[in-house]
Structures are given as structure tokens and as C-alpha cells.
């Protein structure tokens, strides 16, 4: 069951694993209805993850044996609603965390994120283990979300796998609230009116990944064999990092009269805290991780895949 199933990753998510495993063996569930393709791939039902009570009937009534949760609330989104944010990030994550305690079911997969790291970490390559100070609402709650997620393998043996994501950049779903949500809108502008207004000033670099690598990611490491499994917190994950300025340019090799300016707003605050890159040797030595698209291949496949779906 994919909790969130409407979203940016859950959407696609959703049809990877419809067309991996069989429309009806995957159940999408989400406080709201998704896209028209979303909703017509397979079983769906309405669902408050933070629910405990509705979450396990579901679970019960469709035999679910693994949970991807990706409800949350957002980096940009949570600065304007903390308590909401806590509550929808931290009691979705424990009511998933105790469903497996009570082995009504058998596998969590949980998505941490970059901003788990602060201000105080290292800027480049940053590491698996290392200082994490998180100043945003969101980043505490993954960050305390990770420890939780640790402390459930090792108390209860609790089968939970996270890597942390970074940036996302997709075509089908729009993003929900975060603050890597230029890289995506650019692209859509730059089809449509060949101009952008960044809200991040050119030269903020931040760790990115193409969402196909996401999903793969996910999926991989749901898959691979526990025993080689040395983080129960969450995994660092890399693709690729970018500046403003750089994926303009890389936009630009296929537009040639596409214009950027900069209107840095508060999600600046936010990235200047974040790292630049990201060290996931531990990913790649555990699972077997290797990311497939680049700036340049992203940037293609959104142009192509954005041209055409309108
Ligand atoms: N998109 C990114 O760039 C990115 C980066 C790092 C980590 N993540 C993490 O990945 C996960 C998914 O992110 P996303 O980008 O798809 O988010 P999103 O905002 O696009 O989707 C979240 C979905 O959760 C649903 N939801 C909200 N409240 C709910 C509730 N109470 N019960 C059930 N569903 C609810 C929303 O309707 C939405 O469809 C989140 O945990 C997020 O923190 C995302």
C-alpha cells in the first residue's frame, strides 16, 4: 500500500510498482484523489494516515503486507504551519512504525530527506554520519523521524528502510510545498512563456534527482536483502547537484531564448542551510545504488515528456 499515493513521488510510485507487481496486488490510499491516471490504474481509497483506527482496517481488509509512506507535509509548506506539520509527519510515521510492531505488517518504507541536515554540517560531499542540525520544522520531524525509525529495527525489529531524498524533479505530478520546487517549475515556464523568476538566487547548489532514480532507489532497496542492511535510519542519496544558473543553461541548450531572473524569497533561508552534495558511498557499498540521469539527461526527458503531454 502506498499511503499519499496522490502526491509527486506516490503518483509515480503508484504505476512503478502497478506495472512491476500487478494493478491489484498495489493499493493507493490518500486523504484526496489524484490524477485521472492515478485513479484509474488500480484500488484506491480515501485515507487519514494519522488515523490509527481507518489505517488499520484498511491494512487489514486488503491483507497489505508493505506500507510506503510518503504523506508529509512539506519544507516550505511546514515553515507556515508547524504544529501541523509535526503532527501529520511525526503521527503518520508512528501509526505505520506501530501497524509493523504488532505485525500487521511485515515492511516500511519511509522517506527522510536532505533536510535533516543544518546549517552546521558540511557544505560538500556531505557524509552518512555527521553533525545534523536542522533549523526547519520539516527537518526536525525527519530527523527525529530517522531516530525513530532506528529505534524500531532495533527494539522491536521492525523491517524499515529509508534513504534520504533529495531534490525531486518529475513531469507527471507537480511538487507539493518544498523547496527544491523551482527545478521543476522551470521547466514547465520555460515551455510555456520562456521565462522564469527563481525563488533561489543563481548560485545555490543543492543535491537533485530525476524521479525515475527515485522510484528505482525506493524500490531497490525495499528489495535488497536485509543482511546487507547497515542503516536503519535513512540512507544518504545522490544524483546530481545544480545551481539555478546551471540548469537555465541546461535549458537553454534547447531554448536558446529562454531568460532567468532571481526574486530569492524565504525557501533562500532554507536552502543556504541545506548541503551543496551529498556522499552516498554507503547506499552504493549496501544495495548496490547508481544513479542513471545527469543535469543534461533530466533537462531532456522534461522537455520532451512536458512537450508532450500538453
Ligand atoms: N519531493 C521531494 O523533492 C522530496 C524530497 C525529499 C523527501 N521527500 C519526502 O517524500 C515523501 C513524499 O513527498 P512528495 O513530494 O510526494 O509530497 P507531496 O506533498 O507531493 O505528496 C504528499 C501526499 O500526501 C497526502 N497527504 C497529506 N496529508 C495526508 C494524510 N493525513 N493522510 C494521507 N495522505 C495525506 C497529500 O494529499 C499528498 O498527495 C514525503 O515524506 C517527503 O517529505 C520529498
Known amino acids: 500500500m502506498i499511503i499519499g499515493a496522490c502526491g509527486q513521488i506516490g503518483t509515480e510510485l503508484t504505476l512503478a510498482l502497478r506495472n512491476r507487481y500487478g ?21 484506491f481509497e480515501i485515507l487519514d494516515a494519522t488515523n490509527y483506527d481507518a489505517l488499520e482496517g ?25 504544529m501541523r506539520a509535526w503532527n ?40 552518512q554520519c555527521t553533525i545534523m ?9 525527519k530527523q527525529a523521524g530517522e531516530r525513530w525509525c532506528a529505534y524500531y529495527f532495533e527494539k522491536y525489529g521492525v523491517d524499515v528502510r529509508s534513504v ?46 530525476f524521479m525515475d532514480d527515485a522510484i528505482r532507489a525506493s524500490m531497490e532497496l525495499m528489495n535488497s536483502s536485509p543482511a546487507g542492511l547497515r542503516i536503519r535510519s535513512s540512507y544518504n542519496l545522490a544524483a546530481m547537484s545544480f ?19 532571481y526574486s530569492p524569497d524565504f525557501r533562500q533561508t532554507i536552502a543556504d542551510s541545506w548541503p551543496c552534495s551529498i556522499d552516498d558511498s554507503q547506499a552504493r557499498t549496501d544495495w548496490g545504488w547508481k544513479p542513471e540521469f545527469d543535469l543534461t539527461r533530466t533537462t531532456k526527458e522534461m522537455l520532451e515528456n512536458l512537450k508532450s503531454s500538453v
Not at 61 to 77: G, Q
Not at 100 to 107: L, M, N, R, S, V
Not at 243 to 261: G, M, V, W, Y
Open 23 to 43: 494493478s491489484d496486488r498495489i493499493i493507493a490510499s490518500d486523504i484526496r484523489e489524484g490524477s485521472q491516471e492515478l485513479m484509474a490504474s488500480g484500488p
Open 58 to 82: 484498511v491494512v487489514a481488509h486488503y491483507e497489505i503486507d508493505e506500507v510506503f509512506l510518503m504523506a508529509a507535509m512539506l519544507s516550505a509548506t511546514a515553515e507556515k504551519f508547524p
Open 88 to 127: 501529520l509527519n511525526m503521527g503518520s510515521l508512528f501509526n505505520v512504525l506501530n501497524l509493523a510492531k504488532e505485525k500487521k505488517i511485515g515492511k516500511v518504507f519511509w522517506p527522510s530527506s536532505i533536510a535533516v541536515f543544518g546549517s552546521s554540517t558540511q557544505k560538500e560531499n556531505t557524509t
Open 133 to 141: 542540525e536542522p533549523s526547519t520544522v520539516y527537518g526536525i520531524s
Open 164 to 209: 534520504r531524498y533529495p531534490g525531486l524533479i518529475s513531469w507527471k505530478t507537480l511538487p507539493g510545498g518544498g523547496t527544491t520546487d523551482y527545478a521543476v517549475e522551470i521547466y514547465h515556464r520555460a515551455l510555456s512563456e520562456k521565462k522564469y523568476t527563481c525563488f533561489l538566487k543563481e548560485d545555490t547548489r543543492l543535491p537533485m534527482m
Open 243 to 261: 545551481s539555478p544558473r546551471e540548469i537555465a543553461k541546461s535549458i537553454q541548450a534547447h531554448i536558446p531564448d529562454f531568460e532567468i531572473d
